[in-house]
């Protein structure tokens, strides 16, 4: 059984669409984090969430963190073909000790 | 320079091959980590070393061996691998491993494979 449960793990949509991946726990998180990782590359940190029930928007990427702090949510609007990647979320445990879920590998199509 | 770069980008090695991946970060962090990623299976945090101390080991077997000679380089070790050792190997630094642990910024990764 994973920590982080991330679904759905696989998603492949037409240019123009809205989506929405989460990050699920039944653990408590002082923070979490989304990553993006492209072809080749490693992870790249696109937010962090702190306080339950925060929102915080990156352009047409909206990142919310549950009330209790054990989920977290990743929506797209408009989707573009740059954002295809694997998306990661890692919640941040006690003093430091960062857990990875296993990732959305997400495709958006031209 | 990169943030944080990794060398090799790709390695293959037999079961009885002695190599080593390297990873050097140009941003003043104090903290740097080796993660194995295989697919469909979380980030797998293997050695954390702040400040060139080693914190954490995390179960990881013994023909894996890191090094940290000083705080901007961190090696990795391999010995005897087993094919089940194949995957991408993700080095990565942070300024701190304290309760604030912030950003992790990591290389491309390393994409080793046994045969």
């Known amino acids: ?110 | 320079e990169t943030g944080v770069t990794q060398t090799p980008r790709h390695l293959v090695m037999g079961m009885t091959n002695k190599k080593s991946l390297k990873c050097e970060q140009h941003l003043g962090h104090n903290a740097m980590y080796w993660y194995k990623q295989s697919a469909k299976k979380p980030l797998e945090l293997m050695f954390v070393y702040s400040l060139e101390e080693r914190v954490e080991n995390n179960s990881v077997p013994s023909r894996f061996s890191p090094e940290c000679p000083n705080s901007s380089h961190l090696f990795l070790h391999l010995h005897t691998l087993q094919p089940e050792d194949s995957a991408l190997y993700l080095c990565a630094s942070s300024q701190g491993t304290g309760p604030n642990t912030g950003e992790l910024f990591f290389g491309e990764g390393s994409r080793l494979t046994v045969l």
């Open chain 1, 1 to 110: 059984t994973q920590l982080l449960e991330q679904s759905p793990q696989f998603l492949s949509i037409q240019e123009g669409e809205n989506l929405t991946v989460y990050c699920n726990s039944s653990s408590v998180f002082s923070s979490l984090q989304w990553y993006r990782q492209e072809p080749g590359e490693g992870p790249v940190l696109l937010v962090t969430v702190v306080t339950g029930g925060e929102v915080k928007k990156l352009k047409r990427l909206t990142f919310q963190f549950g009330d209790a702090r054990k989920d977290s949510s990743l929506h797209i609007t408009a989707a573009q073909t740059g954002d295809t990647g694997l998306y990661l979320c890692a919640g941040l445990q006690g003093a430091q000790k960062l857990v990875f879920g296993q990732g959305t590998r997400l495709t958006i199509n031209p």
